[in-house]
């Protein structure tokens, strides 16, 4: 051991100077903005607790009303859904996009175009009328009397056209994070897939995929989210999801502002507990060992390097 | 069957857009031969090997491996490519080791060298397990199967990068620059893999600024210039008398 010699600069002081604190330096705005931001803070907390209009004993009433707990099931299910049907079609028009054969990537470039280009809301109102374009529905092979005609008006009920319109919006943001995804990926990495010979549809599934993964899963975590509560739009069609379910409560009782409060905390709800995995999901991705599947890392480094001979 | 070994390029040429990089490349590799090529950067060394291994295609000239024509079947008035299942066929025939290695960072260095055989020839994988353990053994790194990319050094990637392309019993071998990410210390122990490798009697050609792994190994050296081979001949015949004043000024500034 090294004897240290501490040079004291100011003998009167009673710590030694290698151990002091070092502090933060606070400036007199910090210090106003703690007093600003809390005075605003506990006067909205006792406006909305003191209000009478906000009426805490119907939203706790209707809390858990089994009205409001079926839309909020259907919300779910709608978010899923159209997620996972999204997402299908959306690795679909990625690869079309990446196509080397131009109409296949023109086709998809323009799907992606039109889907992002127009308003989801819009898109939603679109299938459920689209009945006038396409009154009946013909399933068959072309040019033979095999088929089968479908009602068109019949079809896209409330529910299918909600979960059409909402898939539909959500492959063409999916494919856009899909193909980014797959652009990550090192030139590199294709051209040792095909020294080896790989076909195509190998060289996706087995390099590019699940290499893309790190980027498309964080992102993908976020559309759910977004997608959570986008599905409050459907409630233009009458589908009876959680917004909608409040509307039809408040419609007759005119408690209008308690309801929505009632469906704003099941959003808010649900959006916390999706947030939670998703920023795991994203502290995971964004490691820099991140690349490592997950079994990797219980591989202890124990030889040395060089050639064994 | 013509699973040579051979190497035949004729008036070779290529162009990037506006720009020929590959001007007019002939090229005569023998079954078992080792040649290496030199040149400066930019003289089109790498275009050459994507060219032998189908990763660039030839704008014009005839390119001929393992004797077969390369991409491409020819007819009376042209050359019409292969289908994407004939050219992979080509490809699993000659291996190529990368500057940058390229192993897959999701698989482990035994799944890397198992990729080929399992994924590309459909082969047993109890099999192909086994001769991934025999690969690794003969590139020094037996007991690294399952280490990822990412927890091997450079020079124990790049030697499983070459034992990837080992598993596909190529009968041509490719190197661009395999030694050149390394740090130096590195570099000897990827060098002596192939130099074990060319004791075996397979076909190599390697782009390498290791002029001493040129002199030792090589039968042949090509000196590479602007698109052109300016020179060719033995190796060591080459790096100590060279005969065109471009390869003495280059080989002055390198040795
Ligand atoms: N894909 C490409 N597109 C455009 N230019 C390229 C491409 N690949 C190579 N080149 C150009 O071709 C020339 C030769 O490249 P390369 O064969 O890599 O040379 P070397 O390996 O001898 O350094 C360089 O000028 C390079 O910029
Ligand atoms: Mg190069």
Not at chain 1, 46 to 62: E, G, L
Not at chain 1, 192 to 216: F, H, T, Y
Not at chain 2, 216 to 244: C, Q, W
Request: hydrophobic share 45%; aromatic share 8%; proline share 5%.
């Amino acid at each position: 051991m090294q004897q240290i010699t501490i040079e004291r600069s100011e003998p009167m002081s009673g710590k030694d100077s290698a151990l002091k604190p070092r502090l933060k330096r606070r400036s007199t705005f910090e210090y106003v903005a703690w007093v600003v931001c809390s005075l605003i803070g506990i006067g909205i907390l006792i406006s909305v607790s003191t209000n009478p209009n906000f009426k805490w004993d119907v939203v706790a009433k209707y809390i858990t009303h089994e009205t409001i707990v079926r839309g909020l099931m259907l919300t779910i299910f709608l978010t899923f859904a159209s997620m996972a049907l999204g997402t299908l079609l959306g690795l679909g028009l990625a690869i079309m996009r990446g196509s080397s054969i131009k109409p296949i990537a023109a086709t998809a470039g323009a799907y992606i175009t039109i889907f992002r280009g127009t308003p989801v809301l819009v898109q939603l109102i679109f299938w459920f009328n689209v009945s006038a374009l396409y009154p009946n529905l013909t399933i068959g092979i072309p040019f033979t009397d095999i088929g089968t005609a479908v009602d068109m008006n019949a079809l896209m009920a409330p529910i299918t056209a909600a979960l059409v319109g909402l898939t539909l919006n959500e492959a063409a943001y999916m494919a856009e994070i899909i193909r980014g995804g797959f652009s990550s990926v090192g030139k590199g990495q294709i051209e040792a897939a095909d020294s080896l010979g790989m076909s195509g549809a190998m060289k996706m599934r087995k390099v590019i995929i699940p290499q893309a993964m790190p980027s498309i899963i964080p992102a993908t975590g976020n559309q759910v989210i977004g997608m959570f509560k986008g599905t409050s739009l459907v409630s233009v069609l009458g589908v009876a999801e959680l917004l909608q379910s409040a509307q039809l409560i408040y419609a007759r009782t005119y408690e209008t502002i308690p309801l929505l409060i009632v469906a704003s905390l099941w959003y808010l709800v649900m959006t916390l507990l999706l947030s939670y995995p998703q920023s795991k999901l994203e502290q995971k991705y964004s490691r820099a060992t991140s690349r490592l599947p997950r079994k990797a890392k219980k591989v202890v480094l124990t030889d040395p390097e060089g050639i064994a001979r | 069957m013509s699973t040579d070994g051979t190497i035949h390029a004729r008036g070779i040429r290529k162009s990037f857009g506006p720009k020929t990089v590959l001007k007019d490349i002939n090229l005569d590799i023998a079954s078992g031969e080792i040649c290496c090529i030199i040149g400066p950067s930019g003289s089109g060394k790498s275009t050459v090997l994507r060219c032998i291994n189908g990763l660039e295609t030839v704008d014009s000239g005839v390119l001929k491996v393992n004797g077969e024509n390369f991409g491409y079947y020819e007819t009376d008035t042209a050359y019409h490519a292969l289908s994407p299942k004939k050219l992979a066929e080509q490809r699993t025939k000659v291996g190529m080791v990368f500057q940058q290695f390229n192993l897959f960072p999701n698989m482990t260095a035994q799944e890397n060298i198992m990729a080929g055989p399992v994924l590309v020839k459909g082969a047993d994988k109890k099999e192909s397990a086994k001769r991934a353990h025999e690969l690794l053994a003969s590139v020094g790194l037996s007991g690294f199967g399952d280490y990822y990319p990412a927890q091997l050094s450079g020079g124990q990637q790049q030697r499983v990068a070459i034992a990837r392309s080992l598993a596909m019993d190529p009968e041509i071998m490719l190197f661009d620059e395999p030694t050149s990410a390394l740090d130096p210390e590195k570099v000897g122990e990827v060098l002596m893999v192939m130099q074990d490798l060319a004791k075996k009697g397979m076909t190599m050609v390697v782009v390498t600024h290791e002029m001493g792994f040129a002199r030792e190994v090589a039968d042949s050296l090509i000196f590479m210039d602007d698109g052109y081979v300016v020179e060719r001949g033995d190796a060591r015949e080459v790096l100590r008398n060279p005969k065109e004043p471009r390869t003495q000024a280059f080989l002055e500034k390198v040795i």
